[in-house]
Each structure stands twice: as C-alpha cells, then as structure tokens.
T-cell receptor, first 113, second 115 residues
Framework: QKEVEQDPGPLSVPEGAIVSLNCTYS??????FMWYRQYSRKGPELLMY????GNKEDGRFTAQVDKSSKYISLFIRDSQPSDSATYLC?????????????FGQGTILTVHP | DAGVTQSPTHLIKTRGQQVTLRCSPK?????VSWYQQALGQGPQFIFQ???????QRGNFPDRFSGHQFPNYSSELNVNALLLGDSALYLC??????????????FGSGTQLSVL
C-alpha cells in the first residue's frame, strides 16, 4: 500500500464547474500538506500549503485537511480551461524530514469550454 | 527574480553510461532536493543537500549521487544507467530547515531517456 493514494482520474468537467480533488494517506506523522499543479513538460507549481488540520482559501482554490480521517481535498471553484493540468498532492512530516515530500500519483484534470 | 533552473532540458543516454544533471536554486534559497518522476507517476524523493552535505536520502541506490557547491547550486550524478532510470528529474529549492522549508519550488526538469 502506498503512503499517499490519489485517484489518477482522468477528470473532465465543463468550464465553470466545481472540481473536487482528493488524497488519502496512511502515515500519521504527516503534518504539512500541499497541492501542486503541473502542466505538461513542466515542473510542479505550488498552489496551496497547509500545516495540520483545517481549511485554507486562496482565490478560487480551497484546501481542506482532516488529519483524523487522513484525508485532504482541493476544491476549485469556477473552473477555467487554464486549470487543465495534473494536480499532485504532497505531504511531509517536517522535523528531520523537512523538504522530503511524499507525492500522490497525480490527477489529470481537463476543463473544456 | 530567477526561479529554479535546470540543465540540460533533455538528454539521451545508453545503458551503462553515466550522466550529470545540474540545478541552480531560486535566488535566496540554500537547500536543494532532487526528485525522479516516472511517466504517469508523482515525483519520488532522491536526496536533499544543505550546507554542501547530503541531509536526507530516499530509497535510491548508490548509483545516484550528488553534490552541492558553495553557491548552493547542485549536481545529480547517475552511474551505470539502466532503462528504468528514464524519467523526468526535478530539482527543487527551499530555504533552510525551518517551517517554510516545506514550500519547495521546482524547476522544469531534465527529461532523461536511456536507450
């Protein structure tokens, strides 16, 4: 069993839809939770960064972390064709593991006009 | 402000050869991490360099080695290349060992093909 599980999709939605992306994890030591966006042939770009449980909002993006359920989510409101990319969840235990991220497989999202 | 830069962008090697990939961190960053991303997979942690020393290492064999220079730039070396080493190699930079260290900034990667 992988430490981080992410549904690879692919996910196809119409423009303006609300998108929900999810990851589950098994390592209870994870404290830092991130979402990255990766366009084709590019490196991952940090979208959201959360420490411990709770919600964080940034524009059209909302990240949720539920440590009790070992479950994190990313919501994208009013999705745009430019949001079409692969979305990667990533986690870290921090402490002596600072900078060592464990990634999910990535979910391929397509937003069509 | 220059982001993370990697060179070369693409590389083709044959089995058994050796390869060196290079990375310059984002301005102001002092920590460099390397990741391997196979097609259709998430990145996997190889190792991390801080103050010119390897600080952490993932589950990669000793064929994978690295170096960090006084100007914080870094190299990834892979010896005795295998077909399975074909992947996108990503360099990520961050600042020190603080809470913000988890905010990694990635370069566009080097696509390595082993024939």
């Amino acid at each position: 069993q992988k430490e981080v599980e992410q549904d690879p999709g692919p996910l196809s939605v119409p423009e303006g839809a609300i998108v929900s992306l999810n990851c589950t994890y098994s390592n209870s030591a994870f404290q830092y939770f991130m979402w990255y966006r990766q366009y084709s042939r590019k490196g991952p770009e940090l979208l959201m960064y959360t420490y411990s449980s709770g919600n964080k909002e940034d524009g059209r993006f909302t990240a949720q972390v539920d440590k009790s359920s070992k479950y994190i989510s990313l919501f994208i409101r009013d999705s745009q064709p430019s949001d079409s990319a692969t979305y990667l969840c990533a986690m870290s235990a921090g402490g002596t593991s600072y900078g060592k991220l464990t990634f999910g497989q990535g979910t391929i999202l397509t937003v069509h006009p | 402000d220059a982001g993370v830069t990697q060179s070369p962008t693409h590389l083709i090697k044959t089995r058994g050869q050796q390869v060196t990939l290079r990375c310059s961190p984002k301005s102001g960053h002092d920590t460099v991490s390397w990741y391997q991303q196979a097609l259709g997979q998430g990145p996997q942690f190889i190792f991390q360099y801080y103050e010119e020393e390897e600080r952490q290492r993932g589950n990669f064999p000793d064929r994978f080695s690295g170096h960090q220079f006084p100007n914080y730039s870094s190299e990834l070396n892979v010896n005795a290349l295998l077909l399975g080493d074909s992947a996108l190699y990503l360099c990520a930079s961050s600042l020190g060992f603080t809470g913000s260290n988890e905010k990694l900034f990635f370069g566009s990667g080097t696509q390595l093909s082993v024939l």
